[in-house]
C-alpha cells in the first residue's frame, strides 16, 4: 500500500463545502449515537503560551476512519511571517492498521470548522435568516462564512475582529 500525500491545495479541491457539511453532519450523528471515538486531545505545553495537540479519532461507519490529527499552535509564528496553526492529519487503515496517507491539516481544520458552522446553521438556523455575524477574520473565519453561505443565501454580513481594528 502506498501512502499518500495531500497538500492544502489538495484538501481544498477535494473538499467542497457541502461535501465537508455533509460529512460533518454525518460524523455528528456517528458521535453522538456512540458509533465514533472522539478521545479527549492530549495537550503539550512548549514554552510561553505555544503548544501542541494530538487528537485521534476512530469512526467505523462507511468503511471507516481511523487517525490522529496533530495541531501546534505557536504564539510567535506570525512575527516570523509563519501561520500561527500548523497541522497533519494521518489517515491509517482500520482494517489494519497500515498508515494510508498524510494530509496538511491546517486547510483541512479550517474546512472541518467552517463545515460545523454550516452544519450548525442548516440544522439549527431559521430558514429564512439571512444575516451573520463573524467574530474574527482568519482562516477559519473565511470558511465559516463559506460555510454558511453554502447553505443560507445572505443579505447582510457583520465582523468583528478585536484584534485589527478597521
Known amino acids: 500500500m502506498q501512502l499518500r500525500l495531500f497538500s492544502a491545495a489538495d484538501v481544498r479541491r477535494a473538499l467542497p463545502m457541502a461535501e465537508a457539511i455533509a460529512a460533518v453532519k454525518a460524523g455528528y450523528v456517528q458521535l453522538s449515537a456512540g ?10 505545553g512548549i ?6 495537540l494530538v487528537m485521534p479519532f476512530y469512526a467505523p461507519d462507511d468503511g471507516g476512519a481511523l487517525g490522529l490529527k496533530v495541531v501546534s499552535v505557536f ?4 512575527a516570523r ?3 500561527l496553526i500548523h497541522a497533519l492529519v494521518l489517515v491509517v487503515d482500520a482494517a489494519t492498521g497500515a498508515p494510508q496517507a498524510l494530509i496538511e491539516g491546517s486547510s483541512l ?35 465559516q462564512l463559506e460555510a454558511v453561505c453554502t447553505v443560507r443565501t445572505l443579505s ?11
Open 35 to 44: 458509533r465514533a471515538q472522539v478521545p479527549l486531545r492530549v495537550h503539550l
Open 47 to 52: 514554552g510561553d503560551g505555544d503548544s501542541t
Open 75 to 78: 504564539d510567535s509564528n506570525p
Open 81 to 83: 511571517g509563519l501561520p
Open 109 to 143: 481544520t479550517a474546512i472541518r470548522t467552517g463545515a460545523a458552522s454550516g452544519a450548525a446553521t442548516d440544522t439549527l438556523a431559521r430558514a429564512e435568516a439571512r444575516v451573520v455575524a463573524l467574530f474574527g477574520s482568519g482562516a477559519q473565519a473565511r470558511r
Open 156 to 166: 447582510l454580513i457583520h465582523i468583528s475582529e478585536p484584534t485589527r481594528p478597521y
